[in-house]
T-cell receptor, first 119, second 111 residues
């Protein structure tokens, strides 16, 4: 099946630093990518939607200046958590969707997530 | 907000069929029913989806009521590796509308 690769799988860093998470679609072109965040024992919460070559659309309550999203190509989207603080510690998951082609029967293909811990 | 209602948790004996219900009484005519599952510390995994007919694949079967207001996911022979949170989601099968996750059902398969 379609593969979405997310990197890194986990990261620990000091408060105040910026962290970049990459999401790649390995065998299809992703016209749209989504970023989710999941806190312990909670469900996935949509953070933003990004279409290749355009600005991301953020959900209410998500700070666009803190969570920078770049979707510069049809196979890569990045999420940068700027000036991270302990409350940003969470499980971040990306997903990718495409229209047409053999992978289009599923609306979204998910990466395996990035566990971010801010000390 | 999620448009589905699922039980918080369920147990199932290993080797038996697991039947996971989902209510979606406000589903629209163009919305499909999707099922995903999330094993601990992994990303969600697609299971199956359908519009109004029952569907079956190598993982599961999906039974949708005639009025489409509810559905049941069936894992015919549950194994310990099927222990996960199962999400039932309704969404149009067109465009790039994101999947909106509710709280799901935590299925525990017991040996």
């Amino acid at each position: 099946g379609a593969v979405v690769s997310q990197h890194p799988s986990w990261v620990i860093c000091k408060s105040g630093t910026s962290v970049k998470i990459e999401c790649r679609s390995l065998d299809f072109q992703a016209t749209t990518m989504f970023w989710y965040r999941q806190f312990p024992k909670q469900s996935l919460m949509l953070m933003a939607t990004s279409n290749e070559g355009s600005k991301a659309t953020y959900e209410q309550g998500v700070e666009k200046d803190k969570f920078l999203i770049n979707h510069a190509s049809l196979t890569l989207s990045t999420l940068t958590v700027t000036s991270a603080h302990p409350e940003d510690s969470s499980f971040y998951i990306c997903s990718a969707s495409t229209t047409g082609g053999r992978h289009s029967n599923q609306p979204q293909h998910f990466g395996d997530g990035t566990r971010l811990s801010i000390l | 907000d999620a448009k589905t209602t699922q039980p918080t948790s369920m147990d199932c004996a290993e080797g038996r069929a697991a039947n996971l219900p989902c209510n979606h009484s406000t589903i629209s005519g163009n919305e499909y029913v999707y099922w995903y599952r999330q094993i601990h510390s992994q990303g969600p995994q697609y299971i199956i989806h359908g519009l109004k007919n029952n569907e079956t694949n190598e993982m599961a079967s999906l039974i949708i009521t005639e009025d489409r207001k509810s559905s049941t996911l069936i894992l015919p022979h549950a194994t310990l590796r099927d222990t996960a949170v199962y999400y039932c989601i309704v969404r149009p099968n067109s465009g790039n509308t994101p999947l909106v996750f509710g709280k799901g059902t935590r299925l525990s398969v017991i040996a």
